[in-house]
């Protein structure tokens, strides 16, 4: 996995101004929080209490 690729539009971050730069972080981030979210969402579906 090449770090210098953005995950978001599969630029390298060079090529990237400063405003597309952080519209990919936010992208990313909100991307990220889906899937954490998910995760804790579907881990109490299955236990008994």
């Known amino acids: 996995m090449n770090e210098n690729i ?3 539009c599969n630029r390298e ?3 990237h101004s ?3 730069l952080h ?3 936010v ?3 909100e991307r990220d929080n ?3 979210r998910k995760h ?3 881990m ?3 236990e008994i209490f």
Do not use: H, L, M, R
């Open 27 to 29: 992208a990313e981030q």
């Open 23 to 25: 519209e990919c972080a």
């Open 44 to 46: 109490g579906k299955d």
């Open 18 to 20: 400063p405003k597309e």
């Open 6 to 8: 953005c995950k978001i």
């Open 34 to 36: 889906k899937k954490i």
């Open 40 to 42: 804790y969402e579907d």
């Open 13 to 15: 971050f060079s090529e």
